[in-house]
């Protein structure tokens, strides 16, 4: 069985590349962290000058078992931190 998560809309550094920031939650998403794309991008006057918003899909699977919802909030966490040490700005609102 398959989980999804998405982490909020995150404003990034237009110069960072979308495949870096897959890259950085790949990284931090842990063995059940299965699949990460790019489900929206967006340019324009919400965004202030010199950033992009992204949104980016998170898939988390265990072959053996279903993961815990508490499991894969820790993994979202995880990604949410590691891209904010890269200056992405989490949207909460």
Known sequence: MACFGAAQ???????????????????????????????????????????????????FQDPARTLTGDEVQAAVDAVVSALAGKGVEIRTA
């Open 9 to 59: 809309p995150a404003h990034a550094d237009a110069a960072t590349t979308a495949a870096e920031l897959v890259s950085v939650a790949r990284a931090a998403g842990g063995g059940a962290l299965r699949a990460v794309e790019v489900r929206d991008r967006y340019v324009g006057e919400k965004v202030r000058s010199g950033r992009v918003g992204l949104t980016l899909g998170l898939r």
